[in-house]
């Protein structure tokens, strides 16, 4: 079973990203967080095989949570969904190592490039 980390400040955020999701992986197990705090105790603790991170977030950036996360697993594999697409901090967290950086707002096609990445299962397919 894939083990999947949504972590989202926006509740309706973490419910419309399960929701298209969960209708293209078969044999996924979902667990959501709040903030990138509660992500990152999430990711230590149950050491999810994928993170989907939103950027804006409180208490803990995602950037910062995916730093943390990296040096906690440096083969994390971490997809970012955000509206945050400044082009400065797209490229810093695509030199973090992350699979993908996708911009919100999530639609079918997004989520099955999502979807993809996870089936692959592999950085750069």
Do not use: H
């Not at 995602?62 to 994390?76: F, H």
């Not at 969904?81 to 079918?108: C, T, W």
């Amino acid at each position: 079973m894939t083990k999947v980390l949504i972590v989202d400040d926006s509740k309706f955020s973490q419910k419309i990203t399960y929701s298209f999701l969960n209708q293209y992986l078969e044999d996924a197990e979902f667990e959501f967080a709040s903030d990138g705090e509660e992500g990152l105790n999430k990711f230590t603790e149950n050491r999810p095989d994928y993170m989907i991170v939103d950027l804006l977030m409180p208490k803990l950036r995602g950037q910062d949570l995916i730093e943390k996360a990296k040096q906690v697993d440096r083969e994390a594999n971490v997809i970012v969904l955000s509206a945050d697409v400044q082009n400065r901090v797209r490229e810093v967290v695509e030199k973090m190592g992350v699979l993908s950086f996708i911009n919100k707002p999530l639609d079918d096609k997004k989520a099955k490039k999502i979807c993809d990445i996870i089936g692959n299962g592999a950085r750069g397919q």
